[in-house]
């Protein structure tokens, strides 16, 4: 009788992330914070700088904050994220391996309303907490897709497999931004305009309510996702974050590179980008 092999199963996708920040060249504080979590139904394990793992058994998130209003305030606002993340996305995890709907767009909107209240509440409580706030860009892995919440001019790209252009998937909080999108002005334009970095929507400080952006995208092998604060586009533009992206060299560090040539083209802001390649 002739034996079948039995068919083995497939490989998971794996990630593979890269985190460096810089305070650049002018600024003394950097005020810019980021961070990566593994989780699953019961736990949350905060990241390094780099490594990688399997998403067959848990999710990932990576989120990158620019603070304002106080040296402390991407600090703050990334402990804070920890906090609301650990009490949140596990129990989303469960319904979701249990089968059972959830709402990942609620989940995320619940998230970004307890953060900004949370800094609200730190703002009205502590004198030199007063003003603070944050923008917040953060991606959530799951097998085949990431989610994503924004609010700010924290930025997420995507550079998909094969394809040469990079894609801005969040859209900035900044009129600039609106102007930008609505074709009024170029890439070069807004990247000059004297009010690029006036925020309309951050979390904390003076803002009643913050409604973020929230959206999913497809994510398979190849695929390569950056979350960066305003100093790395504020020294390199699309076509150059997407050369950078696409150079594979097995010891470097992407996030480093990208946050090294900001810095020496431009260098006034605090800088930091987040690089996650599915593989």
Same mark, same amino acid.
């Given at each position: 009788?002739?034996?079948?092999?039995?068919?083995?199963?497939?490989?998971? !996708?794996?990630?593979?992330?890269?985190?460096?920040?810089?305070?650049?060249?002018?600024? =003394?504080?950097?005020?810019?914070?980021?961070?990566?979590?593994?989780?699953?139904?019961?736990?949350?394990?905060?990241?390094? =700088?780099?490594?990688?793992?399997?998403?067959?058994?848990?999710?990932?998130? @990576?989120?990158?904050?620019?603070?304002?209003?106080?040296?402390?305030? +991407?600090?703050?606002?990334?402990?804070?994220?920890?906090?609301?993340?650990?009490? #949140? %996305?596990?129990?989303?995890?469960?319904?979701?391996?249990?089968?059972?709907?959830?709402?990942?767009?609620?989940?995320?909107?619940?998230?970004?309303?307890?953060?900004?209240?949370?800094?609200?509440?730190? +703002?009205?409580?502590?004198?030199?907490?007063?003003?603070?706030?944050?923008?917040?860009? %953060? +991606?959530? @892995?799951?097998?085949?897709?990431?989610?994503?919440?924004? /609010?700010?001019?924290?930025?997420?790209?995507?550079?998909? =497999?094969?394809?040469?252009?990079?894609?801005?998937?969040?859209?900035?909080?900044?009129?600039?931004?609106? #102007?930008?999108?609505?074709?009024?002005?170029?890439?070069?334009?807004?990247?000059?305009?004297?009010?690029?970095?006036?925020?309309?929507?951050?979390?904390?400080?003076?803002?009643?309510? /913050?409604?973020?952006? /929230?959206?999913?995208?497809?994510?398979?092998?190849?695929?390569?996702?950056?979350?960066?604060?305003?100093?790395?586009?504020?020294?390199?533009?699309?076509?150059?974050?997407?050369?950078?992206?696409?150079?594979?060299?097995?010891?470097?560090?992407?996030?480093?590179?990208? /946050?090294?040539?900001?810095?020496?083209?431009?260098?006034? !802001?605090?800088?930091?980008?987040?690089?996650?390649?599915?593989?």
């Amino acid at each position: 009788m002739k034996t079948i092999p039995k068919k083995s199963p497939a490989r998971a !996708d794996e990630l593979q992330w890269f985190g460096w920040t810089d305070v650049g060249r002018v600024r =003394k504080n950097n005020e810019d914070s980021f961070l990566g979590l593994r989780f699953d139904a019961h736990e949350v394990h905060r990241l390094g =700088k780099f490594g990688d793992a399997s998403l067959a058994e848990h999710d990932f998130t @990576f989120a990158v904050c620019d603070g304002m209003g106080g040296a402390k305030a +991407g600090e703050f606002a990334s402990n804070i994220a920890v906090e609301k993340i650990t009490a #949140l %996305l596990p129990r989303s995890f469960q319904n979701s391996t249990r089968g059972q709907d959830f709402n990942f767009s609620n989940v995320l909107a619940e998230l970004y309303e307890q953060i900004h209240r949370a800094l609200v509440y730190l +703002g009205n409580s502590y004198d030199e907490c007063h003003g603070m706030q944050t923008t917040m860009s %953060l +991606g959530w @892995f799951t097998p085949g897709r990431m989610y994503f919440g924004h /609010v700010g001019d924290t930025r997420i790209y995507h550079l998909a =497999k094969g394809k040469k252009e990079i894609r801005q998937i969040t859209e900035d909080d900044t009129h600039v931004g609106w #102007l930008f999108r609505n074709g009024q002005i170029n890439e070069y334009q807004a990247r000059t305009h004297p009010r690029r970095n006036v925020l309309q929507k951050a979390l904390g400080g003076g803002n009643q309510f /913050v409604e973020p952006q /929230v959206g999913t995208v497809k994510c398979g092998r190849g695929d390569i996702f950056l979350i960066c604060s305003d100093g790395l586009t504020e020294g390199i533009f699309n076509p150059q974050i997407a050369e950078y992206l696409r150079e594979e060299r097995p010891d470097a560090n992407p996030a480093k590179t990208l /946050v090294e040539a900001a810095v020496k083209s431009d260098g006034r !802001d605090n800088t930091t980008a987040l690089v996650i390649r599915v593989i």
